[in-house]
């Protein structure tokens, strides 16, 4: 497996003003509360017509475990209210050892439901660097929540 090059840590973006990064620890699976609670975050990136929704999340949450993750993504689609097409769905959280990662997450979509969800680490330089560029580009989106 390729190592990844150090990057400089900056700062995730919160959702709101004020917003902290979530426990390292989350054992929720309700998508809409952990929005709520600042312990998921989204933002968004628009580029050459395809959207890049970034889901920061903490390294280890049950939404975002294998088992979990169409759901957790069905979710966001529905509390986003935009259709999954033209979209591109990107994790990223700090590791134990405080570096940043990207993973890639490759759905197979029915209708507006994830029916399969392949998450793929970023660990090539130059797409790290690239995701990393719409990402610091993004804008913080909080959905509708009722």
């Avoid at 902290?20 to 580029?47: F, H, K, N």
């Avoid at 903490?58 to 097409?85: Q, S």
């Avoid at 990662?101 to 979509?109: I, K, P, S, V, Y």
Wanted: hydrophobic share 40%; charged share 20%.
């Amino acid at each position: 497996m390729a190592q990844l090059k150090q990057f400089p840590q900056t700062p995730l973006k919160p959702v709101s003003p004020g917003a902290l990064l979530a426990p390292i620890v989350s054992q929720t699976l309700d998508v809409a509360r952990a929005l709520r609670s600042g312990e998921m975050a989204i933002s968004l990136s628009e580029m050459l017509g395809c959207d890049y929704v970034f889901v920061q999340h903490p390294a280890k949450t049950l939404l975002m475990h294998n088992r979990h993750l169409a759901d957790t993504l069905t979710d966001l689609v529905r509390l986003l209210a935009m259709p999954p097409t033209q979209k591109i769905f990107i994790g990223l959280y700090y590791n134990a050892q405080n570096e940043l990662r990207f993973q890639r997450f490759n759905c197979e979509w029915q209708g507006k439901k994830a029916i399969k969800v392949e998450a793929t680490p970023i660990v090539d330089a130059e797409q790290w660097e690239f995701t990393r560029m719409m990402y610091d580009c993004s804008s913080p989106y909080s959905p509708n929540l009722g």
